[in-house]
């Protein structure tokens, strides 16, 4: 399950996007309910906003529930995201993501792509309250092995994932694509602790 990612080192380049916060701080321990950054297309071009994850439609009354994770095999059908897979998908900017394995005591492993940057699909929501609407999202997972992993889109994927014209085929096709080989690095158990947000979260394990 992809539940902890961390995003504390970005280019001059996408520094420069639309919608950068100002006040960005580098964060190394992101966690389901944490405000994170993410890319979209609106009317002007490409955009960065700052959103709670966890989805949270309009319609959703039990805020309790909104979850962090979309399974990509259900998006099409699932009515808590199929709208929002048709009309409303982003990308999640991320340097890498946690994971952990074991059985009777799991180990943290920290997890890269090729690149400082990998792009994790999203969807997205606008929830309005009192005249102010808040947006959030949803990281879509993939299977691997015994592990939900987010969805890495490579550059040509985040175009055709961000085009509003996209056919159901084209959007079908990007779910089963091919993700690229990972860089994995065992890790000291720091990071299990959620409030910890610092770049002592990346100790390599003893």
């Not at 964060?27 to 890319?39: E, I, R, T």
């Not at 909104?66 to 990308?91: H, N």
């Not at 999202?137 to 996209?166: C, M, Y």
């Not at 084209?170 to 860089?183: C, H, I």
């Amino acid at each position: 399950m992809c539940g902890r990612y961390a995003f504390f080192r970005w280019s001059p380049a996408f520094a420069a996007l639309p919608g950068f916060p100002a006040d960005q701080a580098p964060h190394w321990n992101l966690a389901p309910g944490a405000q994170v950054l993410l890319l979209r297309r609106c009317e002007d071009g490409l955009r960065l906003d700052r959103v709670r994850w966890g989805l949270t439609p309009a319609w959703l009354s039990d805020l309790t529930r909104t979850p962090a994770q979309a399974r990509a095999e259900t998006l099409a059908e699932q009515p808590m995201f199929r709208e929002a897979f048709r009309l409303r998908r982003g990308l999640l900017p991320a340097n890498g993501f946690y994971e952990w394995r074991g059985t009777a005591r799991k180990r943290p492993y920290w997890m890269t792509a090729e690149g400082s940057l990998m792009y994790f699909a999203a969807l997205w929501e606008a929830y309005p309250v009192e005249g102010y609407t808040y947006l959030s999202a949803a990281v879509v997972t993939v299977a691997a092995a015994n592990q939900r992993r987010p969805l890495i889109l490579d550059e040509a994927a985040q175009a055709a994932w961000l085009d509003p014209q996209a056919s159901p085929q084209t959007l079908q096709a990007l779910l089963g694509q091919v993700q690229p080989p990972l860089r994995e690095r065992p890790l000291a158990t720091l990071v299990n602790d959620p409030r910890l947000d610092a770049p002592e979260c990346l100790t390599p394990a003893n």
